[in-house]
């Protein structure tokens, strides 16, 4: 019977963590907080451009437990999966810079932006021992990353009794983390996604201003629900495809002689004739900056016809005018969307394999990953199939402290 992928708990993460820590540390732990991954419903590789993006908080968690120490050192323990060892780290909290292993770069960089934004000096900050243990999927575009940082920024913020401004700064901390100690120039989408996330909601992002609207993913929506899968596949071509299109929106730009797409109109496409691939990618980006600002209208007006139609034509335009799809990702969405109860279907994240992502009925779910695994076996082997994973998710909410 088909059936989604089993993950473990979030009551199961958490009583990892705190046993663990009680046999690190001994006694328990003090504070508690956790941050979700994300998907991104609509409005892909926009956040480079001006545009909006909507994503949805995922039910799906990075918690982290800890306590103060005496001293300004952190002792910090990882059950996250896909980190690279050692599991277990200690560090100064006066000397914070990056180093091996990679995975504690993203607990570091948070530490040292927080402490700079709040301008603490050296040893305002309190040393701790921590544990961290996830339940989101590692290496599926889930943003497992940015559930890290946001979840060290939240403990930080409960284990000093110092907050941030407001979600803003929170995810600009967060993301300068990730450029500077992880190595990573990420947009701001999944750092704000993780820190604003509301439950029945989506996020509409003004990647230009920042400014974030809090969409209702509400009404028929009980009988709906966010369907991904993980084709498992990542091509190579993602990482030197990515500046090239990069490069190539910026030389559109120019051709067009505006100084954002956002002032940029499907007519401002006729200069870029002589360049057809220049010409595909921009009006992917204007058409999709479009798209996504229906989405959210659509959303909120219970339109969900409509938000399928308009996940549909995204994914036609990332896979011909942009063309980030690969064959994996376009057999994925054709089977969802020739399935009965499916209302739309795209790619979701940088593209060249990762994750689809599918708006369906919520009765529906068992028969669309029947003929999702046995489209992917016939097009590709008899094992593809059924190395496939599915999440079934509902809009959830963003970081927040954690009962003990």
């Not at 305002?124 to 243990?133: E, K, R, S, T």
């Not at 071509?237 to 797409?261: D, G, I, V």
Request: charged residues 25%.
């Amino acid at each position: 019977m088909p059936e989604v992928t089993k993950l473990a708990t979030y009551e199961e993460i958490l009583a990892l963590a705190k046993s663990t820590y009680n046999s690190l540390f001994g006694g328990e732990p003090e504070v508690a907080c956790c941050a979700p991954g994300r998907v991104n419903l609509i409005g892909e590789h926009v956040d480079y451009n001006d545009g909006f993006v909507l994503p949805m908080a995922l039910p799906m968690v990075t918690l982290v437990v800890g306590g103060r120490r005496t001293d300004q050192k952190a002792v910090v323990f990882t059950h996250c999966g896909g980190c690279d060892e050692p599991k277990q780290v200690e560090f100064s909290l006066t000397d914070l810079k990056p180093e091996l292993p990679k995975w504690a770069n993203y607990v570091k960089g948070v530490i040292y932006n927080f402490a700079v934004e709040l301008q603490l000096q050296e040893g305002q900050l309190p040393g701790f021992n921590a544990v961290f243990a996830s339940n989101v999927p590692v290496g599926g575009g889930l943003s497992s990353s940015a559930a890290v940082e946001v979840a060290t920024l939240t403990f930080m913020e409960q284990l000093t009794g110092k907050q941030l401004e407001n979600n803003k700064k929170r995810a600009l901390v967060c993301q300068a983390a990730e450029h500077k100690f992880a190595g990573m120039p990420c947009g701001i989408m999944d750092q704000m996604i993780s820190v604003a996330g509301q439950k029945d909601h989506c996020l509409l992002l003004d990647c230009r201003s920042l400014d974030a609207f809090q969409i209702p993913f509400v009404g028929s929506s009980k009988d709906l629900v966010v369907l991904i899968c993980n084709s498992g596949v990542r091509h190579e071509l993602s990482a030197s495809e990515y500046p090239t299109r990069r490069k190539q929106c910026n030389q559109a730009l120019k051709l067009m002689e505006k100084t954002s797409y956002r002032d940029a109109k499907v007519e401002n496409l006729t200069v870029l004739q002589p360049d057809p691939i220049l010409l595909r990618r921009a009006r992917h980006v204007i058409t999709e900056t479009k798209r996504t600002q229906d989405a959210a209208e659509a959303l909120n007006a219970h339109d969900f016809i409509k938000m399928g139609a308009l996940m549909k034509e995204s994914h036609t335009s990332l896979r011909d005018d942009f063309e980030v799809s690969c064959r994996e990702l376009d057999v994925l969405v054709d089977a969802a969307i020739n399935c009965s109860g499916v209302l739309g279907s795209r790619m979701t994240g940088g593209g060249f394999g990762g994750c689809t992502v599918t708006l369906l009925q919520r009765v529906a779910v068992d028969d669309v990953i029947a003929t999702m695994r046995t489209n992917f076996t016939k097009e590709f082997n008899k094992d593809a199939g059924d190395r496939l994973e599915f999440y079934m998710c509902v809009p959830s909410n963003g970081a927040r402290r954690v009962d003990l």
